[in-house]
Every structure is written in C-alpha cells, then in structure tokens.
C-alpha cells in the first residue's frame, strides 16, 4: 500500500466515511450471514464428482430411483424380547409416521407388514429381542434441512414402554449430523470470540483496547458470511457445516491476528509521531504490505482447493477465500479508523506517549536473539534435528477413512441404532449396492453379485430404460466401514468380469469409497500446487529464490512435525480409530497457508531493517520487535482451531489439532528460533540473487540488539 492511500484511509474525514461504509456493509450482509445455515448442503452424494463410478450410477438411475430418497430405520430392542403387542404397536405406528410430511407414498414397513407382502426383508431378529422399521423419507433436492424436524416428529411416535427405540439409517444419520452442527452459527462463534477476547485482555491488559479488533472480527464474519451466503444460493457454491464451522474460526483467528500486527506497529509509531493520523499513515505503510502477503497466501492457498474431485473440497476453498479476502479490507480499513478516531486513550493504562521508549527493544525476544546469535548454525541444526524426529510420528497416521461410529466423539443415536441391528445379526437393508449394467447381461450381474461376500442375495432386476437394468443387493456392514469398502470393491471386481455388461456399482458405502478415493486424489495433485503458488508469492514479496525456499522448507518441516504430534495424540490421548481420508490435505493447506504469515510478518520486517543494518542484525532487530506480537497471533489462532473440538465431529476435533500444533511450532520454534538461526548463519545469501545485503555485513559480538540508535530512522 503506496504511502499517500494509507494516509488517505487515516484522514479526519476519511475515518468516518469507512465506518459508515462498514455500519451499513454490516446491515446488509449480516443479515444474510445468519441464513447461511439455510443453504447448507450435507449431503454426501452432492460432494463427489462428476466422474466418480457411484455417481454415474446416481445419474442413470435418476428416472427409476429418486436420488433424494432418505432410507432410515426406527430400531426397537426389548432385553427380554420383543411381544406380539410390541409388534402390533410397531404396526399402529408405522401408520401414523407415514403420514408424516416428507415420508413417501410407500409409507413406513413394519415386521407384520412386511411379511404381508412377502419382502424379502428380516425386519425382526432371530433372538426375537430387536425389529425395525423403514422407512423413506423425501423433501425434494435441497430438503436435507427438514430432515431433524422430520426425525423429531418419528421420536415422538415411535414410543413403547420397556422399549428402546433408535433412529437409523441415512435418515438416522443425516438428523445426527444436523445435531453436530447445530449451533454451528451462534454457540461456536460465541466461543470463539469468548477465547480471543480473553487472549487480547492478557495481551493487550488494556480493559478497552480488545474491542476495536473483536468488533472489527464479527465485521469481517458477518460480511464474509453474506457474501458466501449469495453465491451459494445464486452462484451453486457447495457450502456444508464443515464449511462454514472453518470459515467463522478462520475468519476471527486470522482477523485477529492482522490486527494485532497493525495495531502493535501503530502503537510502535506512536512513540515517534506526535500526530496519530501521521501514526497511522506510517503504520500501515509499514505493516499493509506483510498483511496482504500473508492474506494473499491464504486466499492463493484456499482457490488451490476448487482443483479437487471432492466438492466439498472445492466448495472449501471459495468459502474461505472470501472470508480472508472480506477480513483483509476490513483490518486494513475499519480497524484503523476506529483506532485512529479512539485516540492514544484507547491503549489505557498503557498509553504510548510521544517520545517515549519502545518496549520490544529490551524484551524476552531480544534476548532470544542474543542467545542464538553466538552459535546459529549449532541452533538450527538441533531445531531441525528434533523436528524432525517429530516427523516420525507420521507413521502412526491412519487416514483411510472412519465408520459411522467412529466418526462422532459422542454416541448418537443412529450409532446406538446401528450398534443394536449388528448385536442381533440384524442387516441394515437402507445400505445397498446398486448395480447398473446392459439388460442383455443383467441376470449374469445378478449371479456375479451372488458370490460377494458381505452381500445379501440380490433383488430381482428392474429396467430403467435405454437397454440398462440395475439391480440391488444389502451390505450387511456398516455404511462407511472398511468391510463394506471391501464388499463394494469385491462388487466392482465380480460385475467387471462379466463381458458387455458395462456395469457400473453404485450406493451408500460406494459413495464413500469414491469419497475416499477422491480424498487420496486430491491430496497427490493439490498439495504440490499450494507449494509452488507459496513459494511464487514469497518469492515476489521478498524479491529473492534463497529466502523463500528456505521459509516453504521450515514450513513443511514444521507440517510434518504437528502432523507427527498429532499422529501420537489421535491414538494415544483421544482413542481416535483414525483419520478422515481428507484430513492430510486440509491439515495441510492450513498449516502452510497460515504457517507462512508468521515467516512474512518476520521476514518482511528482516527485510526492511536489512537496509540500514545487514541481514544478521536486522534479523535480530526484527525478532525482537515482532516477537510478542507474533507470539500473541499464533496463540489467538490455535486457540481459535481448538474451538473447532467443541463441535463432536472426529474430522474437526482432529482438524483443529493438528493445526494449532503447527501454529505454535511456527511461533514459538519454527519462526523465532529456526528462521532467525538461518538467517544469522547465512546473512545476506538468504537474499539471493538480489543484492539487498550484497557486503553479507557480519554480526558483532559486542554490537547490542537493543540499541534504538540503530532501529530503522522515521521515514519523513
């Protein structure tokens, strides 16, 4: 940002017109953020590609099959077993949840009912102590929203004294899902703002100062959440509750984090400007650059993400680009101008005062910098070392994918549900394969599938039309087990043999087999991608080839490192059964996408005060000047993530420890000993091939950090 426009934004007037510009931003935005939750769409076929063999099937199988058919299951388990009045009850029942809106016209089937029709269904248990009844529920392409209402008003029903009832089966989880999420715009954000505002009252201690950046953050949360809002309704945006739960942590954890950066250098100033508008002006000269760099390299990052399979992936990456890009114009904008129209009071009791000494230069982190000054390269070398060590823990990872159960860190009730059914050998008829081929081999399909393993006997076939039959037999597995990934493959296998079938395997557990390969996908092609664009931006804001390539090896090294940590906590400390297949790659993004800012808000300072001083010096000049404030944004953001565990969804909890881990390795080891290490032992062949320390000027022994006479001057 050019001088004279970062004055501009600090001027009298112009202070009051961008508070104004964000009132009214606020008003029209907020109140599309808080229908966010409307457009959401956790449905796990809406998630897969185009190309993916489930969804294939989905598409030809869309004029005989509805895809927004909901199968769900009410289970009943007596401990002493299931009575002729039980059942008759489960009949009455069955009758009054069909009537329920979104149930379809085939209504509820009951045991008695079932065997009426002569189905093929065993709906009642061979111990005679478990039965269900299915159901089908129906709301129509973007109904996943009325499913909780829906399952409540089954609840209510489905009541019998001595009896325990569960609700399961897709339509059992998709109500469990909802309840994760529930609150996900309101209760997680108040947590969230609860945490940061905490750490800025300690940071800052300061009982005013904490409020101009939270109120900045909801800013920036409810306009991101508007306009992400707009182009999911009116642009097909895939925004799912894993979305929009990543969007408000990021949003206030990044937030926050730029304005503490501003917020520090403008207090830095007022120390050498008299005027705070002029404060201000300097300020954000000086510290603008670094935060776009840094929101840049997320934004770039997140974009990266719309190169997956998954759409949800691809879904992410948008989300969250608008809600870095959103933040951004507001820390640079809105923040300012209420500081600047607050005054120098604002920082009571802590008041800069014109002329007065600047704190950073004799702190903890100049004195950091003055025990790794004497033996860098013995520092880096021992940090590297034990990172990677850390590393090692890699090999404990296991991101092949969670069942139902494993999926939740509490009990809901479609896995108690799915939990009985299995106890009582009873198989979960809502979890099918469905098998597309060319009517001429159908009933050959049919007999190939008669061999699987861990299938039932197949139906009998139906056509669709086109010269194409499917047919459909019960994985007896849980949806989203490995064993039934077994069965679906073992499926593929068998039909693939069959000559001129042309036979596609589709259904439950085969949308999440195709979720998982996917995953695996996109983490090959797209982790490579963040790295090259990283390392292009660093490579463009620090004008040299050696320093960014050492910043994007640090990065990784401390990716692996948390991922390694991780690792040993998921197994070892939380019981965790695994990883999601597309945890590395989320794990990932953020951690480089926001690891990198804090080596951008170091470097760039290293850079400036590398003019006046040589790399070495002002390497430790800038350690010791951003060193707390740096400290203090990795603390707000990994605490933010770790929000994301109150939510009891495996994927997040996991999401946001991995990602804290990094973050503090990045800010307390990574960024203040590992970076500073190598740039003292390398001097100015870190700037390579610019010739910004070309005399590679050496550290004196007896040449003090914390002398202000050798700071940067004041720029006139």
């Given at each position: ?5 970062a004055?501009s934004l600090?001027g009298?007037?112009v ?9 009214v931003a606020?008003?029209v ?5 808080s229908k966010?939750?409307?457009?959401q ?6 998630w897969l590609?185009?190309s ?13 099959v509805?895809p927004?058919d909901?199968?769900t299951?009410v289970v009943?388990?007596?401990?002493g077993?299931?009575?002729d ?7 009455e029942?069955?009758?009054r949840?069909?009537?329920i809106?979104?149930v379809?016209d ?8 079932a065997?009426?029709q002569?189905l093929?269904f ?10 269900y ?7 129509g ?5 009325d ?7 089954v609840?209510?029903i489905?009541?019998?004294d001595?009896v325990?009832?569960h609700?399961?089966?897709?339509g059992?989880q998709?109500?469990d ?6 609150g996900?715009d309101?209760?997680l ?5 609860l945490?940061?505002?905490?750490i ?15 109120i ?5 949360y ?8 707009l ?11 894993q979305s929009?739960a990543?969007?408000?942590?990021l949003?206030?954890g ?6 503490l ?11 050498r400007?008299?005027d705070?508008?002029e ?7 000086r ?6 760099a ?5 934004v770039v990052?997140m ?8 759409n949800?992936t691809?879904?992410?990456g ?9 933040t951004y114009?507001v820390?640079?904008?809105l923040?300012p101008?209420?500081?600047?129209v607050c005054?120098?009071?604002?920082f ?6 014109f ?5 950073t230069?004799s702190?903890?982190?100049?004195r ?12 880096w070398?021992?940090?590297a ?14 991101a092949s ?11 809901f ?9 299995e106890e ?10 469905q098998v ?13 599938l008669?061999g699987v ?11 669709i039309?086109g010269g194409?039959?499917?047919?459909e037999a ?7 087990s490995?064993a ?8 593929r296998?068998?039909v693939d ?8 395997v ?19 092609v797209?982790?490579?991608?963040v790295l090259?664009?990283?390392f292009?931006?660093l490579v463009?804001l620090?004008?040299?080839f ?5 910043l994007?090896g640090?990065v990784v090294l401390?990716f ?5 940590i991780s690792a040993?906590?998921?197994?070892y400390?939380?019981g ?9 790659l989320?794990?990932?993004v953020f951690?480089?996408a ?16 590398t003019v ?5 010096r002002?390497s430790?000049?800038?350690l010791s000047?951003?060193g707390g ?11 933010t ?9 495996v994927?997040?909890?996991e ?7 990094g973050v503090?390795l990045?800010t ?11 740039n003292?032992?390398?001097?100015g062949k ?8 070309a005399?590679?000027?050496p ?5 003090p950090?914390?002398?202000?006479a050798?700071?940067?001057p004041?720029?006139?």
């Open positions: 940002m050019h001088r004279q426009l004055g600090a009298p007037r202070k009051w017109i961008v508070v104004v510009f964000w009132v606020l008003g935005f907020g109140a599309l953020s966010l939750v409307d457009v769409n956790n449905e796990a076929s809406s590609p185009e993916a063999e489930s969804t294939r099937v989905l598409e030809e199988l869309s004029d005989t509805d927004n909901i199968p299951l009943y388990e007596r401990a077993g299931l009575t009045d039980d059942l008759a009850a489960m009949d029942q069955a009758g949840i069909a009537q809106d979104g379809t085939a209504g509820a089937l009951s045991p008695n009912l065997r009426q002569g093929p065993q709906l009642v248990s061979d111990d005679g102590k478990a039965a009844t299915y159901l089908t529920f129906n709301f392409e973007n109904g996943w929203n499913i909780p209402e829906a399952a409540d008003e609840r209510d489905a009541q019998l001595g325990t009832v609700l399961a089966g897709f059992g998709a109500a899902t909802a309840e994760a999420f529930e996900i309101t209760n954000i108040l947590i969230t703002l945490v940061v505002i905490v800025l009252l300690l940071t800052y201690r300061s009982p005013v100062l904490w409020l101009l950046p939270i900045s953050a909801v800013v920036a409810s306009v991101s959440g508007g306009v992400v809002y182009l999911a309704k009116y642009a097909g945006l895939t925004v799912n509750g929009q990543i969007l408000g942590i949003v206030i990044a937030g926050t984090d730029y304005a950066l501003l917020t520090a250098r403008y207090r830095e100033e007022l120390r400007h008299d705070r508008h404060a201000m002006a300097v300020a954000l000269h510290a603008a650059p670094a935060i776009l840094s929101a840049a390299t997320v990052g974009l990266c993400l719309v190169f997956a399979e998954l949800s691809a879904g992410l948008p989300v969250n680009a608008v809600g870095i890009g959103v114009l820390m640079v904008t923040l101008a209420l500081l600047v005054g120098r009071w604002v009571w009791p802590k008041r800069p005062v002329g007065s000494e600047e704190p230069e702190g903890f982190w100049a950091v910098g003055r025990r790794i000054a004497p033996r860098p390269r013995a520092v070398v021992v940090t070392g034990l990172l990677l060590l850390a590393c090692l823990g890699l090999t404990q990872l296991s994918g969670l069942s139902t159960e494993d999926t939740y860190t509490k009990e009730d479609s896995i108690k549900g799915q939990r009985i059914l009582h050998g009873l198989g979960d008829n809502s979890n099918t394969v597309v081929a060319d009517t001429a081999a159908i009933g050959r399909v049919s007999d190939a008669t393993d861990g299938l039932g006997a197949p139906q009998p076939p139906q056509e039309g194409r039959s499917y047919v019960v994985i007896a597995d849980d949806v989203s490995p039934a990934f077994e069965t679906v493959e073992a499926a296998d068998a043999e069959v000559d001129g079938a042309d036979a596609l589709g259904g439950g557990s085969a949308f999440y087999l195709d979720t998982k390969i996917a995953a695996n996908r996109d983490n090959v797209i982790i490579p991608i090259i664009v990283v292009l931006i463009g620090l004008r040299a050696v320093a960014p390539l050492l994007m640090t401390s692996g490192a948390a991922l390694g040993l906590l998921f197994e400390v939380f965790f059964a695994g990883s999601d297949p597309g945890f590395p989320f794990a990932f951690l480089v926001l690891g990198i800012d804090y080596n951008i808000f170091l470097m760039t300072r290293v850079r400036e005060e006046n001083h040589g790399t070495r002002g430790l000049v800038a000047s951003t404030v740096i400290t203090s944004a990795g603390l707000v953001l990994a605490a993530f770790l929000v994301l565990g109150s939510l009891p969804v994927f997040l909890a999401l946001g420890v991995a990602v804290a881990l503090l990045d307390m080891i990574v960024r203040s000993v590992l970076v500073t290490a190598l003292v032992d390398l001097g870190v700037w390579w091939p610019s010739r910004l320390d005399e590679n000027r550290l004196e022994p007896d040449d950090t914390d002398d202000p050798r700071r940067t004041v720029p006139a």
